[in-house]
Nanobody
Framework: VQLQASGGGLVQAGGSLRLSCAASGSTFSTYAMAWFRQAPGKEREIVAAISRSGTNTYYKDFVQSRFTISRDNVKNTVYLQMNSLKPEDTAIYFC????????????????WGQGTQVTVSS
């Protein structure tokens, strides 16, 4: 599956962004999906994940109910709605696909999008 992330940009602290990740192919619904992020000089870390059907979701603690992950298996797209953004949310955000839900390590994700830059100014 090929993934194409979009929706990043520059936003002031407290603002919102909605990231999208469009997948090619007819197997999108067979993959759990996740969003990761990587800030300069830091390791890539998981932000949120969603199960194949979209019924179950997982968020890293630092999200603190500010972000919402969702998916549309008809449109083959996964979303990350980010509200109340903070400067520390500045990073490149990547979408990724895995056969397994609730896995956090990079090696568990077979497919990756190219990343979209999110910059939050103070």
């Amino acid at each position: 599956v090929q993934l194409q992330a979009s929706g990043g940009g520059l936003v002031q602290a407290g603002g919102s962004l909605r990231l999208s990740c469009a997948a090619s192919g007819s197997t999108f619904s067979t993959y759990a999906m996740a969003w990761f992020r990587q800030a300069p000089g830091k390791e890539r870390e998981i932000v949120a994940a969603i199960s194949r059907s979209g019924t179950n979701t997982y968020y890293k603690d630092f999200v603190q109910s500010r972000f919402t992950i969702s998916r549309d298996n008809v449109k083959n797209t996964v979303y990350l709605q980010m509200n109340s953004l903070k400067p520390e949310d500045t990073a490149i955000y990547f979408c990724a696909a895995s056969r397994y839900f609730l896995v956090e390590t990079i090696r568990d994700y077979a497919y990756w999008g190219q990343g979209t830059q999110v910059t939050v100014s103070s």
